[in-house]
C-alpha cells in the first residue's frame, strides 16, 4: 500500500475539492506560513469549519488559505 500526498494550491482548487475532504484529517497552510493540523468538518464557499487534535473548532476564511495538502493510501 502507497501513501501519496495531494496539494491544493490556488483559491479555485481548494474551494473545488475540499467538499471531497470533509470529515478528513489535512493540513492548512496560511499565507503568514503557519500550519494547522486537523478534520474538516464544514465548508461554504468563503470559509471552512475545522476541529484541531484539541478538539478546538475554527472558522478559517479561504482568502487566508495559501495550500492544502492531505496524505492518503492508494
Do not use: W
Not at 29 to 40: D, I
Amino acid at each position: 500500500m502507497v501513501t501519496r500526498q495531494i496539494r491544493l494550491n490556488t483559491y479555485e482548487q481548494i474551494r473545488k475539492k475540499l467538499t471531497d475532504l470533509k470529515g478528513k484529517k489535512i493540513n492548512i497552510v496560511f499565507n503568514n506560513r503557519t500550519v494547522l493540523f486537523g478534520e474538516l468538518r464544514h465548508i461554504t464557499d468563503d470559509s471552512l469549519t475545522f476541529v484541531n487534535m484539541r478538539l478546538e473548532a475554527f472558522t478559517i476564511p479561504l482568502k487566508d488559505i495559501s495550500e492544502v495538502y492531505f496524505d492518503y493510501k492508494e
